[in-house]
């Protein structure tokens, strides 16, 4: 069809109410129609990469954490796992153990998360409320095992920093068991839902070939159907040995499309997989030390005498994660760290998904590949005056001023200074 | 796909290529070996080496890191032969070196197009040229973004890092 | 069916908390000193699991002056003070990752369940621990 | 009737209509939230919202049609206002039964939809022209079966000789259901079915918001909207709701309870009016609330199809049976 007067742009972004984050996707659309889009990112960078290789390894590990909030297990794992391979530190089997429990109760929460969000997405807010409801069981868990709600600061480069104690098991097999009776209940209120159904079949469809070109990872490739799962194909942790299967929508009967739907249904599906992982890891967790370096200044030593690269690897609750690290002795900074978190790689497949669909797929579409760009985005930018940028400070004068006009027009008597 | 398999289809492509395997043990009641390749590749071999890896298997490419060692920018192709085969799959990471005075590799985004994103950010942030690259929009940095900032000797970001020193100090 | 839930819903308790107050106070900080002078009381917070990573707590007298925490910190929260050869934290800055205790040789400090910090000055004595 | 007593009339149903609009909202928003396990805002919050948009300020976009931009709020308050002096409360017949029938207030109910495309288009912002189109598009598809199914009401109505073709006071007064045959039972329960799922469409509800949608176009024709403007919109949609469910009673549950209460007079009167409220929430509990939390938004095509295709064949297979009805009841 040739190109038209009828063709206009759609800004979404970087600031809107679809995203949750800053991104800017400007649409060309005919009628309701989008003919194609333009991906910007950046908005959100902030030089992790670059801080980290100002700080030692310790500090690094936690500002890893803060790649995001939701894979704060994935980024760390990846870390460790790297710095480990590069500087010769061994995981003793307990710890492997409780990283694997760790993140798939992540896993959990995440995938619970994204279902929320999707539902938003779709108009369905009692989705949203009732999933997020749920999840606060994960929440609660995590914080019961590491002591913080999100960004656990758990793995450490040699093992993991907190046991399970004998006390919480019980806990955690509750916490298993409300989760394997709630399952059924989402998977009627996301999958047999018609007016899900309705928005999610056949929008923003990523075909297998798709899929593999543009090195899709995690839940959007396995919704085309391609069993990738770095957690099956290249072991790491225990991962090996406890069978690991990549999920596909065949695991529920259905042929993979690729489409929205798919994509439910695998992270849903992967819920239940993580459920089964915790418990055999609960079972199968030999007793032990939880980490080589029990003392942080030997560990510190050793990291500041460790030479060598080494790459790490985890399938986040998005997809692949990986990191790659270079040491050099004597300092104790990394010399490289470059973090690949699954967007990165999940960006390209919006370009097909979008093609030909309706302006009102937009957010679904969007939010379907789990887009995390704190991920992606890890450099900050400060611009000084250029294209009209305001100033903080002339922000605040302005809103307060702004704020000062309504409350005088509102009240006769001035207002008091202060918040309270 | 065995690391055997990975090491005989790169050094067919590229005659002299050296890949060193670097095994893992992985697991704790009955460990195994996960293999891992590294090869340093020249530049003009770079295209040859990834098609025949792509022609072994699905191939996935995780990402391009890259570094500033004072004459020449290493980059680091980290790629996964056999992608999505259970227990197959094998580390392979390409060491590509150029100098600074020429700093051009040729693009693999013909054989995976999904490279595109890690390449366009090399172009940002080393100051890398990829020929025959769709797209050298930037994706991170915004336009006109003035220097690379991995590059150590790039006095743009020296400059921009000293700006954010100040500014954190303000913070403190 | 969604339409059971919902109903069943409408009949129970909504599950928020409702912390600090049944009904948002015109002054959130003005409750908060009623509530310390007894006059109002406070819809008590969901409690802390036993081992949770609240403000750091900690013993002056322990402390050695031996800077691990310093150098394991990675938000730069902890200050020193070379001429007692003590520690300042700046709570503000905390991402209460606990380092610092596992780094710590001589125990001085502790993670405490204390997680309300909020505070409309960020170098006020309560976030200021030294 | 004194034009003095007409005004006094017509201020009484203005202001309790929306006033009584603002608390169903407030009742539907607490509900809903109910629900959904949250706690919810407090039932006045919708006076809270107007009083404070009325203080904000209102800005124009500097792309906008300025004065269609500012002149559509006050139509779309004025028309859904109006349609409430149309309408039948409870034992007290319509304010201007005189001058407008069933056909005026379908006419009126489609002005706000109208002035709301109208002040989108007029905004200047690629995603209120969105939410223009969306909304033009949606009033074509649930106009029609709304139309059948109030025209079939009344034309049956007339051909019983219940008085003045379309008048909405004369099914108010003569409830169809007990004068049609077994037939027309059916064609009438189906039509109240058509208007029900219409309601949440007439009043941009999920999963009919599509024209606001607001994870999708940051909600669509109101984005440029604010202060006293956004307040009129807020207003005009309280009382069109008021309108939609007092409709849906009118034509299909005009009963009044005093009778069996064995009441009269003034009491009569009063208890008939509360009777008439409640039947109002109850409508709008069922058709809105309950279906926008159970719900997700659908897309402006299947909307499109659905009211084309299925409700309207729905509807007209009602208006069928009634014209049987026609024929063998008389």
């Not at chain 1, 309705?198 to 593999?212: F, P, S």
Request: hydrophobic fraction near 45%; include cysteine.
């Amino acid at each position: 069809m040739p190109e038209t007067q009828n063709v206009y742009e759609i800004p979404i972004g970087p600031i809107h109410p679809a995203l949750k984050e800053p991104i800017r996707l400007t649409f060309r659309v005919e009628g309701e129609r989008i003919r194609g889009v333009d991906v910007r990112t950046g908005f959100a960078h902030r030089g992790i990469e670059f801080m980290g290789m100002k700080r030692n390894l310790i500090q690094t590990l936690y500002l890893s954490e803060r790649i995001c909030g939701i894979c704060s297990i994935s980024h760390p794992i990846a870390i460790t796992l790297a710095v480990e391979r590069a500087a010769g530190i061994e995981v003793p089997p307990r710890a492997q153990y409780l990283r694997v429990i760790y993140s798939e109760l992540e896993r959990i929460h995440s995938h619970l998360l994204w279902a929320g969000v999707a539902a938003h997405e779709l108009g369905f807010d009692t989705l949203l409320h009732l999933t997020w409801k749920v999840r606060e069981q994960v929440l609660d868990i995590l914080e019961e095992l590491s002591g913080n709600r999100i960004d656990y600061a758990i793995p450490i480069y040699g093992g993991v920093r907190r046991d399970i104690v004998p006390a919480q098991v019980p806990k955690v097999e509750a916490m298993v068991r409300y989760y394997r009776g709630l399952l059924d209940e989402l998977l009627d209120a996301f999958l047999r839902d018609p007016s899900v159904e309705a928005r999610t079949r056949n929008v923003g469809i990523l075909t297998a070939e798709e899929a593999d070109s543009l090195c899709a990872v995690g839940p959007t490739a396995r919704a085309s159907g391609l069993p990738k799962d770095v957690r099956q194909d290249r072991p790491y942790l225990v991962y090996g040995e406890l069978g690991v299967k990549a999920i596909t929508p065949r695991d529920y009967g259905l042929e993979p499309r690729g489409d929205v739907y798919d994509k439910a249904v695998v992270r849903l599906l992967e819920v239940g997989q993580s459920l089964d992982l915790i418990e055999t890891c609960l079972v199968e967790m030999p007793d032990g030390e939880i980490t080589s370096f029990p003392k942080i200044p030997a560990l510190l030593a050793h990291l500041k005498k460790a030479e060598g690269e080494g790459l790490g690897w985890h399938e986040a609750p998005r997809g692949e994660v990986i990191h790659y690290i270079r040491l050099e002795a004597g300092v104790e900074e990394p010399v490289v760290w470059k973090v690949k978190a699954p967007t990165y790689s999940n960006v390209m497949s919006w370009v097909p998904m979008f093609r030909d669909q309706e302006v009102a797929d937009i957010p679904i579409i969007a939010a379907s590949i789990d887009p995390c760009i704190c991920c992606m985005d890890r450099v900050h930018v400060v611009r000084d005056g250029s294209e009209a940028t305001v100033q903080m400070e002339e922000l605040l004068r302005l809103s307060r001023e702004k704020t000062d006009r309504v409350t005088r027009r509102l009240s006769p008597v001035p207002r008091h200074g202060g918040w309270a | 796909m065995t690391a055997d398999q990975v090491r005989r289809a790169l050094t067919a492509a590229v005659p002299g290529l050296q890949p060193e395997l670097r095994p893992r043990k992985v697991g704790v009641r009955a460990p195994v070996e996960v293999p891992e390749l590294w090869a340093e590749v020249p530049r003009e071999g770079l295209v040859a080496a990834v098609a025949a890896l792509k022609a072994a298997g699905p191939l996935h490419i995780s990402i391009i890191s890259g570094r500033d060692v004072g004459e020449e920018i290493e980059l680091l192709y980290h790629l996964a032969a056999g992608y999505g085969t259970p227990g197959g799959e094998v580390m392979v990471t390409l060491r590509v070196t150029v100098p600074k005075s020429d700093p051009t590799v040729p693009s693999i985004c013909g054989i995976l197009p999904g490279a595109e994103t890690t390449e366009r950010e090399k172009i940002e942030f080393l100051g890398v040229n990829f020929t025959g690259i769709p797209s050298t929009a930037h994706v991170f940095l915004p336009d006109g973004f003035p220097g690379h900032p991995w590059r150590k000797d790039d006095p743009e970001t020296a400059k921009l890092v000293n700006r954010l020193v100040e500014w954190e100090g303000k913070d403190a | 069916m969604i339409l059971k839930t919902l109903f069943s819903q409408l009949l129970t308790k909504p599950a928020t908390n409702r912390f600090p107050a049944k009904y948002m106070p015109k002054s959130v900080l003005g409750f908060l000193g009623r509530v310390k002078e007894g006059k109002a009381t406070l819809v008590p917070p969901v409690p802390v699991p036993p081992r949770f990573r609240g403000k750091i707590a900690y013993d002056r007298e322990k402390c050695i002056g031996c800077q691990l925490c310093i150098r394991v910190c990675p938000a730069r929260v902890i200050e020193f003070l070379p001429e007692v050869k003590k520690i300042r934290m700046h709570v503000a800055r905390c991402t209460f990752c606990a380092q610092c205790v596992d780094a710590c040789p001589v125990d001085a400090l502790a993670e405490s369940p204390d997680f309300l910090l909020s505070d409309t000055d960020r170098s006020s004595a309560a976030l200021t621990v030294e | 009737m004194s034009a003095l007593h007409l005004v006094w009339q017509a201020a009484a149903v203005l202001v309790g209509g929306g006033l009584l609009g603002l608390v169903y909202k407030g009742f539907d928003r607490k509900l809903a939230a109910r629900m959904q396990a949250r706690i919810g805002p407090p039932l006045r919050q919708p006076f809270l919202d107007v009083g404070k948009l009325l203080v904000k300020e209102s800005v124009v976009p500097k792309d906008a049609v300025g004065w269609l931009f500012r002149a559509m709020p006050f139509l779309a308050v004025i028309a859904s206002f109006t349609v409430l002096l149309y309408l039948p409360w409870g034992p007290f017949p319509a304010v201007l039964r005189s001058g407008g029938d069933a056909i005026l207030v379908l006419y009126l109910l489609a002005v706000p939809a109208v002035a709301m495309a109208l002040g989108g288009f007029a905004s200047g912002s690629p995603l209120a022209t969105v939410g223009a189109q969306r909304e033009i598009v949606m009033l074509m598809s649930y106009e029609f079966p709304l139309a059948v199914a109030v025209v079939g009401v009344v034309w049956r109505l007339a051909t019983l000789g219940g008085g003045p073709a379309f008048s909405l006071g004369a099914i108010a007064a003569a409830p169809l259901w007990a004068q049609v045959g077994p037939l027309g039972v059916i064609g009438l329960a189906i039509l109240a079915a058509c208007l029900l799922i219409v309601t949440p469409a007439e009043l941009s509800k999920i999963p009919f918001d599509i024209p606001e949608a607001e994870t999708e176009i940051a909600g669509g024709l109101m984005v440029e909207y604010s202060g006293t403007y956004l307040a009129l919109f807020y207003l005009a949609d309280a009382a069109k709701t008021i309108a939609m469910a007092a409709l849906v009673v009118t034509l299909f549950a005009p009963y009044g309870i005093a009778g069996l209460l064995g009441l009269s007079g003034a009491g009569a009167q009063a208890v008939d009016l509360v009777f008439h409220l409640v039947k109002i929430f109850v409508v709008m509990f069922a058709a809105v609330t309950t279906v926008r939390v159970a719900m997700a938004r659908l897309k402006i095509d299947q909307v499109a199809r659905g009211f084309w295709l299925q409700i309207t064949a729905v509807a007209v297979a009602g208006l069928v049976l009634l014209v049987l009805d026609r024929m063998v009841v008389g």
